[in-house]
């Protein structure tokens, strides 16, 4: 596209109601008339460059998807936002915010927190009533900016007509702060490499905005340190101090009965630990009429930007936005790219979890720590290190090729000698001589099928929300174990999609610490601290939230008549 079919407007100023001014770039047609609308708004600097701030995820995309980077100068492109250049020319108006307090927008960083969304739905309204605007705004945006779409819906504002939410988590608590109840260390590492590097008043000190050299990515002034730390909250600290689920976490989730808007959901197998619960519970559970699930694998930004992501969206957004009639209306309700151990194949269904869904139980042996489809009668228990590896319950080899597609769950019969602990459930896919099978995640490029968590002192179950394959608990309580006595617990597995192929196995390893596919990888992208070993950088390793004097002695399974442990498996009938 050629730059003067475009105009921009750079740093426009879009009052809030308590008169901070945020900043915003406004990309247009050329050509005066009235657009819809896609809007952004988040923290990671509208004026910093994808190929600069987060240069080794922009490499692998463009050489593995030479798609994407095809058709555009790419001199716009921005981290988890639309590319400008592949929008404005169909007649859309690309508007990008940034969030309080990040980038040229001044004010105190509090991250999804009820400020922000007030910011964000007053951002909506201005973008409505512009001389460009059609009145319909359109909402857009990979992972924060899908977040945050799900709190801002809640609160109607009258121009937002509709949504996509690409790998957007929803819960505070169950989906992106506490799994299980056990305190993701994710969210205080995010904070240090991805917001306080591009905080307001970095000024000179930060980054360079490639597309407009003259206005600093960080703001025009340079603050302090200390001035720098006083208007940011203590991200990291906050979180740990609300270890269950209360007003904290409420108003930083999404309201499911008052989301009325159209959205598109998508979600991404391979996002354990962040891009992935949410989306399928959006799906489930929110009020809106005009709702879709569409499920991919593959890097967690990737598909956003892929030609196949960019039809989809542009389908939805053209039908709720331009009243365009090019058949989304009679689009299936739910859109998978079914994960096999090479490659995906796309299918539509009418509903999730899958209408036809074999719910599936496999049963823990702790003879030869064997996963059987008949229960062991005989009472027995096995027993691991609290903070350890834990223990492996293998399947024999599979007769035929097996599709397990939806949410899983698990139940266990535990003890410890302390009183409490943490169980951290994966599924493995395994060949017939016992190599594992992983899969490009997300974040980390060797991730296992699925993954739940639960602090057993946080076992109680919300009675209404709770179902067989999707236990859901309460986190408003603590129960503590006696030690040495027995509890039942009832464990979500997140959603996942695998075809497992005939002969290999499926695993239920039961452990006390987070997966890890090799001690030592040397695998590690710019915009995260930690070495990628299997889980990307979503671990629960902040010995403030297990100290070993609770969470470090051991660990036992029971079975027997009356307690047995399974695993449950959505099993997706052959040829339907």
Not at 20 to 27: G, K, N, S
Not at 337 to 352: C, G, L, N, Y
Not at 531 to 537: A, F, M, V, W, Y
Request: net charge negative; with cysteine; glycine share 10%.
């Amino acid at each position: 596209m050629a730059k003067t079919d475009m105009a921009i407007d750079w740093d426009v100023g879009i009052a809030m109601d308590d008169g901070l001014v945020l900043r915003a770039d406004v990309f247009r047609p050329a050509a005066a008339g009235r657009y819809p609308v896609l809007l952004s708004y988040g923290p990671y600097a509208k004026g910093l460059a994808f190929q600069d701030g987060y240069p080794s995820a922009w490499q692998k995309m463009v050489a593995d998807h030479p798609d994407v980077p095809h058709g555009s100068s790419n001199l716009y492109q921005n981290w988890e936002v639309v590319d400008p250049e592949k929008w404005v020319p169909d007649g859309y108006v690309c508007v990008r915010v940034d969030s309080r307090g990040c980038g040229r927008s001044p004010g105190y960083v509090d991250h999804f927190s009820p400020r922000e969304t007030r910011d964000f739905h007053d951002c909506i309204e201005w973008a409505g009533v512009q001389p460009w605007s059609s009145g319909k705004v359109g909402l857009s945006g990979v992972s924060y900016f899908g977040i945050n779409q799900w709190q801002v819906a809640g609160l109607q504002p009258p121009h937002l007509a509709a949504m996509c939410i690409w790998e957007g988590a929803a819960d505070w608590y169950r989906d992106m702060t506490h799994h299980g109840g056990i305190l993701s260390t994710f969210w205080a590492n995010w904070y240090d490499m991805q917001v306080k590097t591009v905080q307001y008043g970095l000024g000179g000190r930060g980054p360079r905005n490639r597309a407009n050299p003259l206005l600093p990515v960080c703001g025009d002034e340079t603050l302090s340190d200390a001035q720098l730390a006083a208007s940011r909250c203590s991200f990291g600290d906050d979180i740990l101090s609300h270890p269950l689920e209360d007003d904290y976490h409420r108003e930083r989730s999404a309201k499911w009965d008052a989301i009325t808007v159209p959205f598109l959901s998508a979600g991404n197998w391979g996002g354990q630990g962040l891009h992935l619960r949410g989306n399928s519970e959006a799906f489930i559970r929110a009020a809106s009429r005009h709702k879709w699930l569409e499920m991919h694998g593959l890097e967690h930004w990737t598909h956003f930007y892929t030609d196949y992501g960019i039809a989809i969206q542009k389908r939805f957004f053209g039908h709720f936005l331009k009243g365009e009639r090019n058949g989304w209306d009679r689009e299936p309700a739910v859109r998978l790219q079914v994960r096999h151990p090479e490659h995906f194949v796309e299918r539509t269904e009418s509903a999730w979890p899958i209408a036809r869904t074999q719910w599936t139980r496999m049963h823990l042996c702790p003879a030869g720590q064997a996963l059987l489809p008949d229960a062991p009668q005989a009472e027995a228990s096995v027993s691991f290190d609290a903070l350890g590896d834990g223990l492996s319950f293998l399947s024999a080899p599979l007769p035929q090729s097996t599709e397990i597609t939806g949410p899983l769950a698990a139940r266990l019969r535990v003890s410890s000698t302390t009183t409490d602990a943490d169980i951290f459930l994966v599924v493995r896919v395994f060949t017939a001589d016992l190599r594992e099978v992983t899969f490009a995640g997300a974040i980390d490029p060797h991730t296992p099928v699925a993954q739940g968590w639960l602090r057993a002192s946080q076992r109680a179950l919300d009675p209404e929300l709770s179902r067989e394959w999707r236990p859901y608990h309460s986190h408003t309580r603590v129960d503590k174990l006696v030690p040495g006595q027995p509890v039942d617990l009832d464990i979500e597995l997140w959603p996942t999609s695998m075809v497992v192929p005939a002969g290999c196995r499926i695993a239920l390893s039961v452990r006390g610490r987070d997966y890890i596919y090799a001690e030592k990888t040397g695998l590690k992208l710019s915009n995260f601290k930690n070495e990628l070993r299997g889980c990307g950088p979503f671990l629960h390793d902040d010995p403030r939230d297990r100290p070993a004097r609770e969470f470090g002695g051991t660990t036992t399974l029971h079975f027997g008549p009356g307690h047995q442990g399974w695993l449950l498996l959505p099993v997706i009938p052959a040829g339907t």
